[in-house]
């Protein structure tokens, strides 16, 4: 079964628009941690956020800002007035307790158009 | 800032061969990974390594992968006998702690199997 659902395959926007990235994550555990990562054309993993199960606090980090709603088992991500530069593949991830590995989502590929 | 560094970049072999894909991880952290990327598809969660031994691994980890930590800074993971479907982008992770799991990860390897 997945753990890390990231529905929306691609996502296409014009340069200036906001764009929000869905994951809805599974799990029994009452202590988890959330997380997402960049992978730009060049392939390698950029960290961008971990967010812990107690913390329910949105956070804000520029341009970014991601949505942690316990309630739905949902931690979207919305990058506002997008750039060209945020054309990427972006996972969501989720850590268990007790657990090593991280479990990733598909990846939505976010293209921005100039 | 500390990164996590792999070598080769890329590497080209023939099926059958052996190979092994080196990284050095942040020399503070003592939890390492290896996960593994197929061509536009997610991340996948391979081995973790800590104390010396495997502390996790996944179904695809199976007697044809191995790592090992031959000194004090260098972690590899070896394939014994490649075959087709091993070729992939490989990356390695470390982190200082294991319940924030907060991984760093590298730049990754690109494994071609001819």
């Known amino acids: 079964a997945q753990k890390v659902t990231q529905a929306q395959t691609e996502i296409s926007v014009v340069e200036k628009e906001d764009v929000t990235l869905d994951c809805v994550y599974e799990t029994r555990d009452t202590t988890y941690y959330l997380f997402w990562y960049k992978q730009p054309p060049s392939g390698e993993l950029v960290f961008l956020i971990r967010?812990?199960?107690?913390?329910?606090q949105n956070e804000i980090s520029g341009r970014y800002s991601w949505n942690f709603q316990k309630s739905t088992s949902s931690f979207n991500f919305t990058i506002t007035a997008s750039q060209v530069v945020d054309s990427a593949v972006y996972f969501c991830?989720?850590?268990?307790?007790?657990?090593?590995?991280?479990?990733f989502g598909a990846g939505t590929t976010v293209t921005v158009r100039a | 800032e500390p990164e996590v560094t792999q070598t080769p970049s890329h590497q080209v072999t023939q099926m059958g061969q052996e190979v092994i894909l080196r990284c050095v991880p942040i020399?503070?952290?003592?939890?390492f990974y290896w996960y593994r990327q197929i061509l536009g598809q997610k991340v996948e969660f391979l081995v973790s390594?800590?104390?010396?031994?495997?502390?996790?691994k996944s179904e695809i980890f199976d007697d044809q992968f191995s790592v090992e930590r031959p000194d004090g800074s260098n972690f590899t993971l070896k394939i014994r006998s490649t075959k087709l479907e091993d070729s992939a982008m490989y990356f390695c992770?470390?982190?200082?702690?294991?319940?924030?799991?907060?991984?760093?990860f590298g730049p990754g390897t690109r494994l071609t199997v001819l």
């Open positions: 992770a470390s982190s200082e702690f294991r319940d924030n799991n907060e991984q760093f």
């Open positions: 967010r812990n199960s107690f913390d329910e």
């Open positions: 020399s503070n952290h003592l939890y």
């Open positions: 390594f800590y104390n010396n031994e495997i502390s996790e």
């Open positions: 991830a989720l850590s268990e307790t007790n657990d090593y590995k991280l479990s």
